[in-house]
């Protein structure tokens, strides 16, 4: 009978349309599985084709390629002996469908004998397509656009495999839909990403009807503080049930504003046996564990609830076969486990072969182990940072241009890309060839090895403060201050002759000259006057990425970086086609509270002096004049609430899906010691209003980096209109109306408030 099994899951770093990358990457990791002992291997999902592929899915080049990838993998030698587990788009009658496509190429025919290399193409074998059948559909996924769940529970259907297929395996077809794998020793079932968030997830059913190993192949992307609800998810499906669950997720940009995470992992019994990182910059990561399918059998058998059910009497098997009784549910006299709901068991597929073997009795198996979380600043000087890379080497620039205002968010991002230098030169030391591969074509230099992160932000960072009449000397020896600390070329450079040749034209043509409000000018006069600042700073922002580099005498151009941050996007508090048009933005999906956090966290953790003096300088955009050489506008002031209001005002809105009225009860009750019923309101009808107006400015928002669930990203994200009624006339009487309530009733009604 056999006990210890080595199973392997990855995440691995897919890009979309890449199939001889992906492909590469797939092999390797199998590889990398096999050399640990591991008999059966996950991957990702989609991995074969990458994730991001959207409208591509409609195209057939995907579809052809796609099974181009898995005849490669079919015949490659690296497969062979290990049940492999992948995911690729599949169409089964004209319908397109999320899979994951089982194969074995065994060394060993089915009598026993080995097999010569090359092998007979009866040892080439699908086992099993497994379409998903809950599909991810809110917020970034959108996949019922492309493919259709299969909503044929516990059923299968006959696949006919192509041509280029069916040559190598000799099947014409394979069974199609929701099954599961009988091994000699075990049964294996299969989850796709989704499936696992659902209420009812196919493990509850596949568990209570033997199937001992669950597999789960994702893509799912970070968001702050995520990885809690995915390691509990996880655990939680192993207690209630046991058995041994593997989740595989993809890493890396996959070429879009996501970045999925890793975080793959081996559970049994609700305990967690091994963890993959979360961030990382090696492409392939492979964990194995040995467990004990004792281990499982055992820790069912004490569910009572779990076991009280009818036993149903099987196949008739002979007495030698009574071996394999506790062993996978095909195989044993009795259903086991069968709860008194009585569901009808799932379609077995039987696989000759073992997870198991007997030279693995003496083999040591793996101890359980505590989760190690990152905390939500670690998170933040990871991840982004982890994205900048992917971007950066894979769009084949040289670098990155910011404009570095002496602020947070300039400063944040500034911390980004140093954080990404660390993470570059650490892997580098640890000895990934690839990354050094990836660093000598970026700086242009085939001897150039990174030891020192200064060094390397040197090389691939161009920090530049942009100054204007309005800037404070203050501003300046921050942004230089924090430059000189980091290692980046550092420009500082005036506006001023710029700003004055357009406003000079303006008044050659109007013969009006607008003044700022602190002159005597109109609030419109005074707006224009700081946007012309803002939008001239965008200008020179690109001259500078196109032909900094060729001043210097060095190779290639840079990538713009934005620094608006997502409370700012979310109420329009930028200037549109302003610095927060760039290439991509990293922190365009954090809030200002996080990223004041993540700030402080780089002072102590990268020894950033520079950083505490931008900290406890006000916010500011330092547009309108100054007032005795200080600065007299604020970011506060001038949205008319604070950033920790913003955040309040963005979850409600975007993630508990809250209108004007809504928000204004919610905030009643939480703000109730704070504020009164009618400042409230007042509250929540400044920001809806703010809201609507500039939600035309989110069709140009600079793809951002995407971390917070209430992002205002209309192009992905947030499908919200961009035109609205701004005055929200039905929805604010209504808030008017409660408030007029509320203002006649008691005073001591109002639990509180003064």
């Known amino acids: 009978m056999g006990r210890k099994v080595t199973v392997a899951t990855c995440a691995l770093n897919q890009w979309a349309l890449d199939f001889e990358g992906n492909l590469q990457r797939i092999l390797k990791s199998i590889e990398i599985a096999k050399n640990r002992g591991a008999r059966y291997r996950l991957g990702p999902e989609l991995e074969i084709c990458g994730y991001g592929c959207w409208d591509h899915y409609y195209e057939s080049d995907t579809l052809l390629h796609s099974f181009q990838v898995l005849a490669a993998l079919l015949e490659s030698p690296v497969t062979q002996d290990i049940i492999c587990d992948v995911g690729m788009p599949v169409v089964h009658r004209n319908v397109r469908y999320n899979c994951r496509v089982i194969f074995l190429s065994s060394g060993t025919c089915v009598s026993g004998a080995p097999c010569a290399w090359p092998r007979s193409p009866a040892c080439r074998k699908i086992l099993l397509i497994r379409p998903k059948m809950a599909l991810a559909n809110e917020a970034n996924y959108h996949e019922l656009r492309w493919f259709t769940p299969w909503s044929r529970s516990r059923h299968t259907e006959e696949y006919f495999l192509p041509r280029m297929i069916r040559d190598l395996t000799k099947q014409e077809t394979v069974p199609f839909g929701d099954a599961v794998l009988a091994t000699w020793d075990t049964c294996i079932g299969s989850e796709i990403c989704e499936e696992l968030w659902t209420p009812h997830s196919p493990h509850i059913d596949m568990g209570l009807d033997g199937v001992e190993i669950v597999t789960n192949a994702s893509s799912s992307h970070h968001v702050l503080r995520k990885a809690n609800t995915r390691v509990d998810l996880v655990t939680m499906a192993t207690t209630k049930n046991g058995g041994i669950y593997l989740l595989a997720n993809q890493k890396g940009c996959d070429g879009d504003r996501l970045y999925y995470d890793g975080c793959a992992m081996i559970a049994m019994n609700g305990s967690i046996f091994a963890q993959g990182s979360q961030f990382s910059l090696d492409d392939v990561e492979v964990l194995t564990a040995t467990l004990d399918l004792e281990d499982v059998r055992s820790y069912r058998a004490e569910i009572s609830s779990r076991n009280l ?154 920090t530049c403060y942009m100054a204007s009449e309005n800037s404070s000397q203050e501003t300046c020896s921050r942004a230089r201050e924090l430059a000189q600390q980091i290692g980046s070329h550092h420009i500082s450079l005036s506006i001023d002759p710029a700003v004055k040749a357009v406003m000079g034209i303006f008044s050659l043509v109007t013969g009006k000259s607008p003044l700022f409000a602190a002159h005597g000018g109109s609030s419109r006069e005074n707006l224009a006057l700081q946007n012309v600042q803002a939008r001239i700073r965008m200008v020179l922002t690109y001259l500078f990425a196109q032909l900094s580099l060729w001043s210097r005498g060095v190779h290639g151009r840079l990538l713009v970086l934005g620094s608006a941050n997502v409370d700012e996007s979310l109420l329009g508090y930028l200037t549109k086609y302003d610095c927060s048009s760039a290439d991509i933005n990293p922190i365009g999906g954090i809030s200002k509270m996080d990223l004041r956090a993540f700030v402080h966290f780089c002072t102590g953790r990268f020894q950033l002096p520079a950083l505490q003096s931008i900290l406890s300088a006000p916010p500011t955009a330092e547009l309108e004049p100054l007032a005795d050489g200080q600065v007299s506008q604020t970011d506060e002031e001038d949205m008319g609430m604070t950033y920790a209001e913003l955040s309040v005002y963005g979850r409600l809105r975007k993630v508990a899906k809250m209108g004007p009225y809504s928000m204004f009860c919610k905030l009643l009750g939480m703000w109730r010691h704070m504020w009164t019923p009618r400042q409230v309101a007042d509250k929540v009808k400044r920001f809806f209003s703010k809201y609507s107006i500039n939600r035309h400015k989110m069709t140009t928002l600079t793809p951002g980096y995407h971390a917070e669930n209430y992002s205002p990203d209309d192009n992905r994200f947030d499908l919200r209109p961009f035109l609205y009624n701004t005055g929200w006339p039905w929805q604010f009487r209504c808030i008017e109306n409660q408030v007029l309530q509320l203002e006649r009733a008691e005073p001591q009604s109002l639990d509180g408030v003064d």
């Open 309 to 462: 059910a009818l036993l149903e009497p099987c196949l008739s098997v002979g007495p030698g076969d009574l071996e394999g009784f506790r062993g996978a549910g095909s195989h044993s006299v009795l259903n086991l486990h069968r709860q008194a709901s009585r569901a009808s068991p799932y379609p077995r597929v039987k696989v000759d072969f073992a997870l198991s073997c007997h030279e693995d009795l003496l083999a040591p198996v793996s101890e359980p182990i505590e989760w190690k979380y990152h905390s939500p600043e670690e998170e933040i000087s990871l991840g982004p940072a982890c994205w900048l890379w992917d971007f950066l080497r894979r769009s084949q620039q040289a670098g990155f241009l910011l404009p570095l205002s002496g602020g947070v968010d300039s400063a944040a991002t500034a911390c980004l890309v140093y954080s990404m230098c660390c993470q570059v030169c650490e892997a580098v030391r640890s000895g990934n060839q690839e990354v050094l591969a990836d660093v000598r074509t970026i700086v242009n230099q085939s001897s150039y090895t990174p030891q020192d992160p200064r060094d390397l932000c040197g090389r691939i960072l161009t």
